[in-house]
């Protein structure tokens, strides 16, 4: 019995999707042929219902009907418009002998006498289609068993429904942050790219200008040029770790498992000394060993809280610098005397963009402690700040010296 269907184009994607999503039901073709079965019709199917069009997604047929998934039927020619309209059940056992189906299009066009049709309806309260089952032969449908068996697979069929078109949106979901991710990644990458050419080109004709001057003036303006260029290659590696960090894939570290640390912490405090030699430096840097660490990623946690010190402490008073290795741990302890850090407040120092105030050095970006705290955590350590006016501030990173488990 094959009718000619008239193939509309109502939202092909999201045709395609709902298709797709019931074929992926390993319970429906099974339903299907227990409705059959059952009612010893020969026609089942899982329909997709809309305002204006009706969509096969699913079916058995054993009558030779014609349709598959994909098949459109024109909406007005069957009677599941009647059922979204009501949102009930319709069940036909026998439509010629019907008083109210009888002289109905929908038998006649398609030359059915027993129908039923029931709802689908999703959690979110859409209507999604029909389940139903037609045969050109009359049956006995009109048994309530029947009817509920009919309800109970649809409301399954939505249940299950719901759960793969979740599903589904959800890997959408993730499948477009990670391409946004992706392109804001290689935003990030193009940037710090574009804005370190220059400032080489500005670092090297600074270093030339240090050997080649011999005018007084002119070297200390090449001096400044070059401190300033290295506290903008600074900032730039402070707002590319920041932005990995706001990403979710946090800052990157290349573990060495046998890193000396030593001589590596030296130089990064040698390099602050150098730049601010009327402070004082109590350094104390013993670690025993090697430690596993980044090596790289540990003198640039040192650089900022040895910074950090510098710019919020007593200038009259030594900023104390100590390292050392225990069983279990490695500690980094940098401290400073001047106002503390008011309890109330010292949750917050670790956030982005935050910046203490007690000191008159208002400069940078109020990143360097959130990276400080991302670099610890990226070697699965720990740091804490302890701040009193009697004691002065101090901050404490402690990592773990092997592997954990």
């Not at 069929?157 to 992706?182: F, G, H, T």
């Not at 949750?347 to 400080?372: D, V």
């Amino acid at each position: 019995m094959s009718h000619e269907v008239q193939v509309l184009t109502e939202n092909p994607q999201d045709i395609a999707r709902d298709i797709a999503a019931v074929a992926q039901l390993a319970a429906v073709p099974i339903l299907l042929d227990v409705l059959c079965e059952t009612t010893g019709m020969g026609f089942s199917a899982v329909a997709r219902v809309t305002d204006k069009s009706w969509t096969l997604c699913a079916v058995k047929d054993l009558i030779n009907f014609g349709l598959k998934p994909g098949s459109q039927l024109e909406l007005e020619t069957t009677l599941c418009i009647e059922s979204k309209r009501s949102r009930s059940a319709i069940v036909i056992e026998h439509a010629s002998q019907d008083p109210r189906y009888y002289n109905h299009h929908t038998p006649r066009i398609y030359k059915i006498e027993s129908y039923v049709s029931v709802p689908i309806v999703l959690g979110d309260g859409r209507y999604f289609g029909n389940l139903c089952a037609i045969d050109p032969r009359p049956a006995k449908v009109m048994d309530p068993k029947v009817i509920g068996m009919f309800q109970r697979f649809a409301t399954l069929i939505a249940l299950q429904l719901d759960s793969e078109l979740k599903q589904e949106q959800s890997e959408i979901a993730l499948r477009d942050a990670w391409a946004s991710n992706e392109s804001r990644e290689q935003f990030i990458a193009i940037l710090g790219h574009d804005l370190r050419n220059p400032l080489q080109a500005v670092t090297m004709t600074s270093a030339l200008m240090e050997t080649k001057a011999t005018d007084p003036t002119t070297r200390a303006l090449a001096v400044r040029i070059s401190t300033n260029a290295r506290r903008m290659s600074r900032l730039i590696d402070d707002i590319l770790d920041f932005a990995r960090g706001k990403l979710g894939r946090g800052i990157g570290v290349s573990i060495d498992e046998a890193a000396q640390v030593n001589a590596a912490l030296i130089e990064v405090v040698r390099e602050l000394q150098d730049g601010n030699p009327s402070r004082v430096f109590v350094v104390d840097i013993e670690a025993a060993g090697a430690v596993r660490c980044d090596i790289s990623r540990v003198q640039q946690l040192t650089s900022n809280l040895v910074g950090n010190a510098l710019a919020h402490g007593d200038p009259d008073q030594p900023v104390r610098v100590r390292a050392y290795t225990d069983s279990a741990e490695f500690v980094l302890s940098v401290s400073n005397a001047g106002e503390p850090i008011p309890a109330a407040i010292q949750a917050k120092i670790f956030e982005p963009f935050w910046r203490h105030a007690t000191g008159s050095h208002r400069e940078g970006l109020g990143l360097g402690l959130s990276i400080c705290s991302q670099i610890v955590r990226a070697h699965s350590g720990t740091l804490s700040v302890t701040s009193t006016k009697e004691s002065g501030t101090t901050f404490t990173a402690r990592l773990p010296v092997r592997a954990s488990s």
